[in-house]
């Protein structure tokens, strides 16, 4: 390959992709400036590498919780903006699960059934962790996706269903009637407090070029079920007929329909999966960062859709990669901004890939 | 026939008729309300005062909301970032300068009210137009992700301590971060009022309003004029929008929402009228926002959590999407029923039983309940909760509504292309008698029907 043909090939790339070439530049001053930080030691090798476990941990969670999305997203058709709520309500089912058992016969119930409303339980002083009391938090898990079922379920059932063959945006806005509804109805019981759920979990220092980055309990506890219930998804859809039929509903429901596919059982099944892996994420989420209020899954939920848009609507593996690269950007922004504008950080790269690949890094691929 | 055409068809006058119905009524039931609270004249007026504030509020939050999707097409969910960056904005341009030892930690520019309030219009259109510019070219559902995200951005920046404070054009301004931005400019109604030379005036009608209110009436007559001048706003949007939806620029607004492919084809830049389009609603919903907040002495970036941008949808979709009536119509509905009601229940509640002292959370609220059947502590825990049951109740109305009645109380009606009537004249109408459904159905417009909207083919987006 002549420097001609190099020459005129990167000519041609700048006249069709000018906001690629403008990317690659954006890319290159800011690695450029993290070296310069490193060479002149302002930054450390280890603060990056806790932020880079930092950002993987925050994916884990974020793709767990998109893949729900995102299956729900392609076969049925519409953005579910009450995704995060079912994540909050499966991380307080499941917290209330975990403080009942860590916690009987040494608290009020009621009080730990509402996961300590109003400060009267903690969740330090039950001493709560996966080392510490792991049947409570297995338990807890448990439920969580459990609870999360049933009430994507439930919902489907009573409120979707009716308008499902509607537009995509009549069941998005029903579906932020949803999730309103489930929001303040988890602050009029549970409370507006943010509160405290575990005790400082263990950890290892691990030696990093020139410091340590430390690796607690519950981050391990995240990255075995994060990993295990992806890959069993993966599974689960590469491997069963389920799989296939999914697919097939993605990609045009009155065939699958005439083909003899049973649409609705199929739904269900998005639902039953999507659910579970939403409610445990939740849990997981709260496990890991250790403080819960009622707000958290929403929050969480503008980050997922960035992931899901990411990876590509439909995509299962786009949402996990979707949920990494948001989880890093999220984390590792702050090596170049202020912290404040960590989230802001996630979405621009979304943005960013709206405009340069707005079909999503897995284009074309609807569920798995 | 369906319930929406009746509903207009009873009301003499149309919907103007049915907005001053609905209007008339809302005020009756706040005055029962208040006579039920034991209210004095003051009370009352204040109250009064209140509900003009919100329904004024609501409605033009809710019309701007039309220009964007009963008229364009566009969903957008992040209206109340558009508001605190025009808020924000206005108070930057507008405060004081800064004073060492001053009440404010942050100054502003200290330039006039109105280069203030067109200073945060044009901040929020132009906010819009970035949002605009990479998600209008793809799905709908984009557009709304990013929106919202624009609006939590937004309200976590002025959160966030980095633009507490700094430096512009050699004075200390800011945004004051999470305990808020006192807006220490001189007050809206003074600076109106003044700039007309017309403050003696005012001053004489609040010392006249003495003999109805003795003690301190200021504040009162500021209330009522406030109310009254934002009415004014919501006819002058209102007119407007009227205005922009029958020029041609509103016929491709209307014809990008039925079928922008169409809209293309016939040479139409889309993208750059649903460009317009929403820059327009985004200073608009800006202005909505400065008239929200300019009066309330400070700002705080948590007021603008996207509950506001669920409320102005209710609003929306409650008048019906697609007509600049309905939007009025909702804004006031929702202003009455769903978002001051609640509130005054609860005020009713306390006045006619006193000295009750509610349970401080749900387990106390509950326990009584399992235990002896005692309801009365978890009815007065979900009364003194109200505020947050209210936001429950909105979220199944929305559902009930999509369920139900998607085209709300006075959406998708039929729309003629053409300038001249098409309907009937009266006269043949009545020569043959029933006939005058069908033409109805087909297009035809109730004289003196002033807004109308959704093509004659309106079903078209239903699908």
Same mark, same amino acid.
């Given at each position: 390959m002549g420097i001609a043909e190099t020459y005129s090939r990167g000519r041609a790339l700048a006249i069709e992709r000018p906001f690629a070439l403008v990317l690659g530049v954006i890319a290159a001053v800011l690695l450029g400036d993290l070296l310069l930080g490193l060479a002149t030691g302002q930054t450390q090798f280890a603060d990056i590498g806790t932020l880079v476990w930092d950002g993987l941990m925050r994916g884990l969670v974020?793709?767990?919780?998109?893949?729900?999305?995102?299956?729900?997203?392609?076969?049925?058709?519409?953005?579910?903006?009450?995704?995060?709520d079912y994540i909050t309500a499966g991380a307080f089912s499941g917290w209330a699960t975990t403080y009942l058992i860590a916690g009987l016969s040494r608290a009020d119930i009621g009080a730990l059934l509402l996961v300590g409303a109003g400060g009267s339980v903690y969740g330090g002083s039950l001493g709560i962790g996966?080392?510490?009391?792991?049947?409570?938090?297995?338990?807890?898990?448990?439920?969580?996706?459990?609870?999360?079922?049933?009430?994507?379920?439930?919902?489907?059932?009573?409120?979707?269903?009716?308008?499902?063959?509607?537009?995509?945006?009549?069941?998005?806005?029903?579906?932020?009637?949803?999730?309103?509804?489930?929001?303040?109805?988890?602050q009029f019981v549970f409370g507006s407090d943010v509160r405290g759920t575990t005790a400082q979990p263990p950890s290892v220092g691990l030696y990093f070029v020139d410091g340590t980055v430390f690796i607690d309990a519950h981050d391990i506890t995240l990255l075995v079920i994060a990993s295990g219930l992806m890959i069993g998804v993966h599974l689960l859809l590469q491997r069963t007929k389920l799989g296939k039929a999914m697919r097939a509903m993605a990609d045009n429901k009155d065939l699958a329909l005439i083909t003899g596919i049973p649409t609705e059982r199929v739904v269900r099944s998005t639902w039953i999966i999507g659910g579970g892996l939403t409610g445990i994420a939740g849990y997981m989420f709260v496990l890991w960062k250790g403080t819960l209020g009622f707000n958290d899954g929403w929050l969480l939920l503008l980050l997922i859709f960035a992931a899901v848009i990411l990876g590509g609507i439909g995509s299962i593996y786009g949402a996990i990669t979707g949920g990494l690269v948001i989880g890093l950007t999220a984390s590792m922004s702050v090596l170049w901004i202020p912290s404040a504008f960590a989230r802001a950080a996630a979405f621009v790269v979304m943005i960013v890939i709206l405009l340069v690949k707005p079909s999503g890094l897995f284009s074309g691929r609807s569920t798995a | 026939m369906s319930v929406k055409e009746d509903i207009t068809a009873r009301v003499p006058g149309g919907d103007t008729g049915l907005i001053v119905l609905v209007l008339a009524s809302a005020y009756l039931l706040y005055l029962l309300a208040g006579i039920g609270l034991g209210y004095d004249l003051r009370g009352q007026l204040n109250s009064i005062a209140t509900?003009?504030?919100?329904? *004024? #509020?609501?409605a033009m939050l809710s019309l701007a909301l039309n220009l964007h999707w009963g008229y364009t097409g566009l969903f957008n969910i992040g209206i109340v970032g558009f508001m605190a960056v025009g808020v924000y904005v206005m108070a930057l341009v507008s405060k004081p300068l800064y004073v060492a030892g001053g009440a404010a930690q942050v100054g502003g520019l200290g330039l006039p009210l109105w280069v203030g309030i067109l200073a945060g219009m044009l901040a929020a259109a132009i906010l819009g137009f970035v949002v605009a510019l990479p998600a209008l070219r793809l799905r709908a559902d984009y557009l709304a992700i990013v929106t919202i995200a624009m609006s939590e951005i937004v309200r976590f920046s002025f959160l966030s301590g980095d633009l507490q404070a700094f430096s512009l054009m050699g004075t200390r301004v800011g945004f004051g971060g999470g305990s808020g931005l006192i807006l220490d400019f001189t007050p809206p109604l003074e600076a109106l009022f003044q700039?007309?030379?017309?403050? *003696? #005036?005012?001053?004489?009608?609040v010392d006249a309003f003495r003999a109805i209110v003795p003690t301190n009436p200021k504040p009162v007559v500021d209330g009522l004029i406030y109310g009254l001048l934002l009415l004014g706003f919501v006819v002058a949007f209102y007119w407007l929008l009227k205005r922009t939806g029958e020029s041609p620029f509103g016929r491709v607004l209307k014809a990008i929402r039925e079928d922008e492919d169409v809209a293309n084809a016939l040479g139409k830049n889309t993208d750059g009228f649903k460009i317009k389009s929403f820059m327009l609603g985004c200073a608009l919903m800006g202005l909505a926002g400065i008239l929200w907040l300019m009066p309330q002495g400070a700002v705080t970036p948590n007021f603008f959590r996207p509950r506001v941008t669920f409320f102005v949808w209710i609003a929306l979709i409650i008048g019906g999407a697609g007509s600049n009536t309905g939007s009025v119509l909702g804004g006031a509905v929702f202003a009455a029923v769903l978002y001051q009601g609640p509130r005054y229940f609860q005020n009713l509640v306390s006045t006619v039983f006193p000295n009750l002292d509610s349970p401080s959370g749900f387990g106390q609220a509950i326990s009584p309940l399992i235990s002896s059947f005692d309801p009365v502590p978890f009815l007065l825990y979900t009364i003194d909760s109200i505020r947050q049951l209210q936001l429950v109740v909105m979220g199944l109305v929305l559902i009930w509504l999509m369920h139900n009645r998607p085209e709300g109380l006075l959406g998708h009606r039929k729309e003629t292309a053409s300038v001249i009537p098409l309907s009937r004249p009266k006269s043949m109408v009545a020569a043959d008698g029933g006939a005058d459904e069908s033409v109805r159905t087909d297009g035809g417009v109730d004289e003196g029907d002033s807004t109308v909207d959704r093509e004659s083919n309106g079903g078209v987006d239903d699908e």
């Open positions: 974020i793709g767990l919780a998109g893949i729900g999305l995102s299956m729900t997203y392609s076969i049925l058709n519409f953005a579910n903006f009450a995704h995060g996966m080392l510490s009391t792991p049947l409570a938090v297995v338990a807890g898990i448990v439920v969580a996706g459990g609870f999360a079922i049933a009430l994507s379920l439930g919902v489907d059932r009573f409120i979707f269903r009716p308008v499902r063959n509607e537009d995509g945006i009549t069941l998005l806005i029903t579906s932020i009637g949803v999730a309103f509804a489930l929001r303040y109805m988890m | 509900l003009t504030f919100y329904i *004024g #509020v609501f700039a007309f030379g017309l403050w *003696g #005036v005012y001053n004489g009608l």
